[in-house]
């Protein structure tokens, strides 16, 4: 992973794109078109997604933590600057390895919270939705608030986990019908879910739906 060449194709990306634009995006193409340096253009949005896409990254460094770390962090400032936003990509990205190592879910957002982030809101919010794994993943999620920014999305990511840590299907199935902007909250769910043996595997079906099913397997292989 090379930051800035990701940050020319992510770039490129755009070019011709003729779909929706959320503000994190179109600050941060503007800022570049006025000559900010790519690492200084993110925008000062605080919703999830930039953490969001630390997938592919945990697939080829979940063996480097320190590096997985770095470029986690690093991707997620080129469109988002909140500093909390940043941190939810290397606390994800440290729970995933944990979880990949064979660590349950809920232990390992325990060990990240405490090892990594234990004066932050970050650790006080994964505390909170632990103790409410009991309670209704639908209705907590409309209790805490549907929006992609961070101080609704990131604790509606551990609610999820928290109740469905033993299956996968329900817990993303229940996240994305809760609503609102479910997009950053359930990617990061199924990020934690989805690396952990013990939360079951994606039903074929969801697969097989897929568009770039078949392009995303060929990746992987």
Known sequence: FEIEAFSKKWQNLFSDYTGYFDGATKTTLANLKNGSLFLNAGSESN???????????????????????????????????????????????????????????????????????????????????????????????????LTCHIHQAFPGVIQTIARHENDLKTGLSECISAGGDNAARSITAGIILGSSKYSGELPEEWIKGLRAGERIKNFLN
């Open 47 to 145: 919703d999830l997604a930039g953490a969001a896409r630390i997938a592919p990254l945990i697939y080829f460094y979940h063996n480097d933590i320190e590096l997985l770390v770095k470029y986690s962090r690093e991707q997620t400032m080129l469109t988002h600057r909140d500093p909390h936003v940043i941190d939810a990509s290397e606390f994800f990205a440290r729970t995933s390895v944990l979880v990949l190592n064979g660590e349950h879910p809920v232990d390992a957002l325990k060990k990240t919270a405490r090892d990594h982030f234990s004066k932050s809101l970050l650790s006080e919010w994964t505390a909170k939705r632990i103790e409410s794994k009991n309670e209704d993943t639908i209705t907590t999620l409309n209790n805490i608030g």
